[in-house]
Protein backbone atom coordinates (compact mmCIF):
# COMPACT_ATOMS: atom_id res chain seq x y z
CA UNK A 1 0.00 0.00 0.00
CA UNK A 2 1.50 3.18 -0.58
CA UNK A 3 1.85 5.83 1.74
CA UNK A 4 -0.62 8.32 0.19
CA UNK A 5 -3.17 5.35 0.56
CA UNK A 6 -2.76 4.12 3.65
CA UNK A 7 -3.10 7.59 5.51
CA UNK A 8 -6.18 8.16 3.58
CA UNK A 9 -7.90 5.62 5.95
CA UNK A 10 -6.91 7.95 8.81
CA UNK A 11 -8.89 11.06 7.30
CA UNK A 12 -12.04 11.64 7.80
CA UNK A 13 -14.80 12.87 4.93
CA UNK A 14 -15.70 16.26 7.01
CA UNK A 15 -14.34 17.89 10.39
CA UNK A 16 -16.14 19.87 12.21
CA UNK A 17 -16.24 21.37 15.85
CA UNK A 18 -18.85 20.08 17.49
CA UNK A 19 -22.12 17.22 16.08
CA UNK A 20 -24.03 20.77 16.44
CA UNK A 21 -22.18 21.86 13.36
CA UNK A 22 -22.91 19.21 11.22
CA UNK A 23 -24.40 19.69 8.18
CA UNK A 24 -27.11 17.68 7.69
CA UNK A 25 -28.61 19.21 3.98
CA UNK A 26 -25.38 17.90 3.21
CA UNK A 27 -25.38 14.51 4.37
CA UNK A 28 -29.29 14.56 3.01
CA UNK A 29 -27.90 15.44 -0.23
CA UNK A 30 -25.42 12.71 -0.44
CA UNK A 31 -28.21 10.28 0.48
CA UNK A 32 -27.09 9.37 4.19
CA UNK A 33 -30.10 8.60 6.10
CA UNK A 34 -28.19 6.29 8.99
CA UNK A 35 -25.81 7.66 11.89
CA UNK A 36 -23.74 5.28 13.56
CA UNK A 37 -22.53 7.71 16.69
CA UNK A 38 -19.93 7.26 18.77
CA UNK A 39 -20.28 8.38 23.08
CA UNK A 40 -17.61 9.38 25.01
CA UNK A 41 -16.79 12.80 23.87
CA UNK A 42 -18.67 13.34 20.60
CA UNK A 43 -21.72 13.75 22.58
CA UNK A 44 -21.20 13.29 25.80
CA UNK A 45 -17.89 13.89 28.17
CA UNK A 46 -16.43 11.32 28.79
CA UNK A 47 -16.75 11.64 32.71
CA UNK A 48 -20.68 12.53 32.75
CA UNK A 49 -23.73 10.77 32.70
CA UNK A 50 -26.57 13.06 32.04
CA UNK A 51 -27.86 14.04 28.56
CA UNK A 52 -28.27 17.58 28.10
CA UNK A 53 -30.71 19.28 26.81
CA UNK A 54 -28.94 20.58 23.44
CA UNK A 55 -28.11 17.26 22.96
CA UNK A 56 -31.99 15.96 23.21
CA UNK A 57 -32.95 18.82 21.30
CA UNK A 58 -30.49 17.75 18.43
CA UNK A 59 -31.82 13.97 18.34
CA UNK A 60 -35.21 15.36 17.90
CA UNK A 61 -34.20 17.53 15.14
CA UNK A 62 -32.27 14.29 13.72
CA UNK A 63 -35.79 12.50 13.85
CA UNK A 64 -37.27 15.26 12.49
CA UNK A 65 -35.28 15.56 8.95
CA UNK A 66 -36.12 11.83 8.87
CA UNK A 67 -32.13 10.25 10.24
CA UNK A 68 -32.02 7.01 11.88
CA UNK A 69 -29.41 6.61 14.74
CA UNK A 70 -27.75 3.71 16.60
CA UNK A 71 -24.94 4.50 19.25
CA UNK A 72 -21.26 2.63 18.57
CA UNK A 73 -19.85 2.59 21.78
CA UNK A 74 -16.56 0.77 22.73
CA UNK A 75 -17.47 1.34 26.57
CA UNK A 76 -19.28 -0.84 28.69
CA UNK A 77 -22.85 -1.93 28.06
CA UNK A 78 -23.76 -0.65 31.88
CA UNK A 79 -22.25 2.56 31.64
CA UNK A 80 -23.58 3.38 28.18
CA UNK A 81 -27.12 2.47 29.52
CA UNK A 82 -27.33 5.04 31.84
CA UNK A 83 -25.77 7.10 29.05
CA UNK A 84 -28.03 6.68 26.85
CA UNK A 85 -31.18 5.64 28.76
CA UNK A 86 -32.86 9.00 28.33
CA UNK A 87 -32.26 9.08 24.47
CA UNK A 88 -34.20 5.75 23.22
CA UNK A 89 -31.56 5.03 20.61
CA UNK A 90 -30.57 0.84 20.16
CA UNK A 91 -26.97 0.66 20.38
CA UNK A 92 -23.74 -1.25 20.09
CA UNK A 93 -21.46 -1.16 23.17
CA UNK A 94 -18.16 -3.04 23.49
CA UNK A 95 -17.87 -2.05 19.84
CA UNK A 96 -13.96 -2.77 19.86
CA UNK A 97 -13.59 -0.66 17.26
CA UNK A 98 -12.17 -0.09 14.50
CA UNK A 99 -13.01 -3.57 14.19
CA UNK A 100 -15.79 -3.75 11.17
CA UNK A 101 -18.45 -5.88 13.09
CA UNK A 102 -19.76 -3.17 15.42
CA UNK A 103 -20.63 -0.81 12.57
CA UNK A 104 -22.31 -3.96 10.39
CA UNK A 105 -24.52 -4.59 13.16
CA UNK A 106 -25.78 -1.24 13.34
CA UNK A 107 -26.68 -0.55 10.33
CA UNK A 108 -28.34 -4.60 10.46
CA UNK A 109 -30.31 -2.47 13.50
CA UNK A 110 -31.11 0.63 11.71
CA UNK A 111 -31.73 -1.42 8.08
CA UNK A 112 -28.95 0.23 6.05
CA UNK A 113 -26.58 -0.16 3.51
CA UNK A 114 -23.01 1.48 3.47
CA UNK A 115 -23.99 4.36 1.05
CA UNK A 116 -26.79 5.60 3.69
CA UNK A 117 -24.37 5.29 6.35
CA UNK A 118 -22.41 7.86 8.25
CA UNK A 119 -19.57 7.79 11.25
CA UNK A 120 -19.40 9.80 13.77
CA UNK A 121 -16.60 10.29 15.91
CA UNK A 122 -14.26 11.87 18.13
CA UNK A 123 -11.22 9.32 17.38
CA UNK A 124 -9.13 8.85 14.43
CA UNK A 125 -8.19 5.38 15.56
CA UNK A 126 -11.59 3.62 16.45
CA UNK A 127 -14.00 5.88 14.82
CA UNK A 128 -12.79 7.47 11.64
CA UNK A 129 -10.46 4.47 10.56
CA UNK A 130 -12.95 1.37 11.65
CA UNK A 131 -15.80 3.68 9.52
CA UNK A 132 -13.22 4.44 6.70
CA UNK A 133 -12.42 0.63 6.65
CA UNK A 134 -15.70 -0.32 5.38
CA UNK A 135 -16.56 2.59 3.35
CA UNK A 136 -18.61 4.86 5.45
CA UNK A 137 -18.75 8.68 5.10
CA UNK A 138 -16.83 9.50 8.14
CA UNK A 139 -17.60 12.73 10.40
CA UNK A 140 -14.69 13.88 12.64
CA UNK A 141 -15.48 15.96 15.69
CA UNK A 142 -13.77 17.83 18.31
CA UNK A 143 -13.31 15.76 21.79
CA UNK A 144 -16.02 17.19 24.46
CA UNK A 145 -13.02 16.54 27.17
CA UNK A 146 -10.45 18.78 26.07
CA UNK A 147 -7.69 17.65 28.35
CA UNK A 148 -6.15 15.49 25.77
CA UNK A 149 -3.62 18.22 24.83
CA UNK A 150 -1.42 15.26 23.15
CA UNK A 151 -4.81 14.37 20.84
CA UNK A 152 -5.81 17.75 20.52
CA UNK A 153 -2.04 18.88 18.87
CA UNK A 154 -2.51 15.48 16.36
CA UNK A 155 -6.19 16.45 15.21
CA UNK A 156 -5.43 20.66 14.64
CA UNK A 157 -2.21 18.66 12.58
CA UNK A 158 -4.33 16.48 10.36
CA UNK A 159 -6.81 19.44 10.09
CA UNK A 160 -4.05 21.17 8.21
CA UNK A 161 -3.44 18.25 5.91
CA UNK A 162 -7.01 17.74 5.36
CA UNK A 163 -7.23 21.78 4.76
CA UNK A 164 -4.63 21.32 2.36
CA UNK A 165 -5.86 18.39 0.49
CA UNK A 166 -9.10 20.41 -0.17
CA UNK A 167 -7.41 22.97 -1.72
CA UNK A 168 -5.87 20.90 -3.85
CA UNK A 169 -9.13 19.33 -5.26
MG1 LIG B 1 -15.20 8.80 21.65
Redesign the pocket.
Known amino acids: MSKDRFMKRFYPNKYYDSIFDIDLNSLKEKGIKSLLI?????IIPRKEREVSEDLKEWFAKLFNEGFKVCIISNNWKARVDKAVKNLDLPLVARAAKPRKKAFEQGMKILGANRDQTAVI???IF??VLGGNRIGLFTILVV?LSKNDLFYTKILRKLERLILKRDKRR
Open positions: DLDNTGDQTDP
